[in-house]
């Protein structure tokens, strides 16, 4: 059904597999269009309640595949982001549901913003992330000037951005970029904890949160008391704020169904 | 006067210690009314340089009282933060003063929310922030959607969100949420350390910044420059200024009065 | 040409040295006005692809000369921000090329904004950053209020605000204020790596995202998602990225020229 990447949908956790290793997952146009299809599966699919987005083989995502680009003549950079990046993006951050970036190796440009993306991420120890638009002259694009300074601060933002620099998941972590490190090994297992959790959480009241978060930013105080109130209320007549209270007075585990 | 905290003022310091050890200082209709007229009080009254908000016993504040909501039938949460936690959070950012979070304990939910709104906290190496409202199936209220992304950054605040997870006062100084960690037994006197300068420093500059940084996160560069012009001639125009100049030309330490 | 400071051109670099050493590179009208000159003579200089500001003596900047001050007579506070130090942080944001503050010793009040307001600063080991305003009755200004908040988060930045507190190199470091701190002696070269990088780097890219960067903290996803894909198509047209991609096939460093 795929042909760049891989979808498998099991336990209640929808995986995305970037899979182009050859190319360290650069993007090329099919793959933009296929990711912009798998987050739309995954996104109106009910059984999926958390979403991993990962790489095959040593690489992330290494951004746009640039032999791609240097091929065609006047090709328009804005036309290809409103058409096959900002989709991606906007479709990860309106879904529903948590996002965990398993970041396997290097996310480099647009890869480097498909990770900040994500809600969550866990990175090898051997995973990087760098803001390469630089190098060839180009800016942010695909969301990392909006992610960035949210995440580590006007300053450094700054200087990751206009010097590329390579920043380790260790350093990243440090600056807030990311969640979590993990031995290459220990990867998996890292992840797992996540989906063991977030396929069981009540996902109703997190997507309410994911947009809560979403909106802060922009948002004075006066809005985002507002919001809150309108979240709740609707969190409030879920099935799994009945449960959750049942649970907590019956002193045991709730189980949320994620309605 | 109060039954659920208590309220004495000073020597300059309004303290505030919500009062209800038995149920870790759970909020119930009475705490969150008399929180509200507490806090009233203290804004109103001009021996009152600085505010503490503590809690009696081993808890800072563990939220809203849960057993109370589950014998309440159709209870409505939106309600109940417009009418109850809202006008809490919002007496506290516009508070003409400094406000001291002295976190003895966990702060959990609205309890957590709470120790955010403070202007500057100092905690106990005990004590713990936690957002336990996803535990229940609910979403971040009181503030916290706000308070949480500016001070930890967003992929953290998702984090802390979502998974409910456990922030040590080490973690959270660490992070960035909270301004100071102190033993237990050094507590008392890491918060007196504040009181005694904020007791005696230029409240009104100091309550003119407090707007300026309520401000700030949802203004641009243009609209903060002017603001800091509106307010520095205000500052400008106060005894407190004279005296500080004056002070400084006499090469000694300045009287402010907080006028 | 100029008295209160020092103006050198070089290779690419626009030097601006505040030079009253005898008063710590107080601000008075003279070095304001200055300032004001030299920033438009180097934003105007198409020889000039970076900007380093710094201090001549022991001093970075410490401000306002509260002397001149105490001598005038009914001074308007917001008046001189609007005439003299305004235009200063404005003319910077907007400077179409990259600022370094070389940060060679203390930064106080509108010093310290002086120093927030560069794009990436570079502080000696021995240097130190301190919002003093308070410290004689006044609020933060020439947009410290602007940019403190969003480097170091709501609860140090009242901190720093309200308390003038001294924040040292390292400390100045870890909270993110600063991007790099060299033992005095190695100043000049850590400094010179950032120069001899952004001299020959692609500067339009650079300037425009400066500008994604001022507009990002007050804006949203679909906002710097436009306004990216709007840059792009500008960085696209740029010599600099035609040469960025034929280094790249063929596998040499890039001659930027920075148009």
């Known amino acids: 059904m795929f042909n760049a990447l891989l979808l ?3 336990n209640g956790i929808g995986k995305i597999t970037l899979n182009r290793p050859d190319f ?27 979403v991993v987005i990962t790489g095959a083989g040593k690489a992330f995502c290494s951004g746009q595949d640039l032999k791609a680009i240097s091929g065609a003549k006047n090709r328009s950079l804005s036309d290809s982001l409103y058409k096959r990046y900002n989709p991606i993006i906007k479709a990860m951050r309106n ?16 890869g480097c913003s498909l990770a900040l993306a994500c809600d969550m991420t866990v990175a090898s120890e051997k995973a990087s992330l760098i803001e390469v638009f630089v190098n060839v002259g180009l800016v942010l694009d695909s969301g990392s000037s909006y992610f960035l300074p949210r995440l580590v601060g006007f300053a450094k933002a ?24 993990a ?21 109703k009241a997190i997507a309410l949160m994911k947009n809560m ?31 959750g209270v049942q649970a907590f007075v019956e002193k045991r585990k709730p189980e949320f169904k994620g309605v």
């Open 95 to 110: 879904m529903p549901k948590p996002i965990i970036g398993r970041i396997n190796g290097v996310a480099a440009g647009a």
């Open 183 to 203: 031995p290459e090994e220990e990867l998996d297992n890292a992840v797992k904890e996540l989906t063991d959790y977030y396929s069981k959480a009540p996902t």
């Open 158 to 181: 700054f200087e990751l951005a206009t010097m590329g620099s390579k920043v380790t998941a260790q350093e990243a972590l440090n600056l807030g970029m990311i969640n979590k490190v």
């Open 24 to 50: 360290y997952n650069a993007f090329n146009d099919e793959m933009s269009y296929e990711m912009q299809d798998a987050l739309k599966q995954v996104a109106k699919n009910p059984d999926v309640r958390v």
């Open 213 to 243: 978060l979403n909106k802060s930013f922009h948002s004075d105080l006066e809005e985002m008391l507002q919001y809150e109130a309108y979240c709740q209320e609707i969190a409030g007549n879920s099935n799994d704020y009945k449960e």
């Open 8 to 10: 498998e949908i099991e």
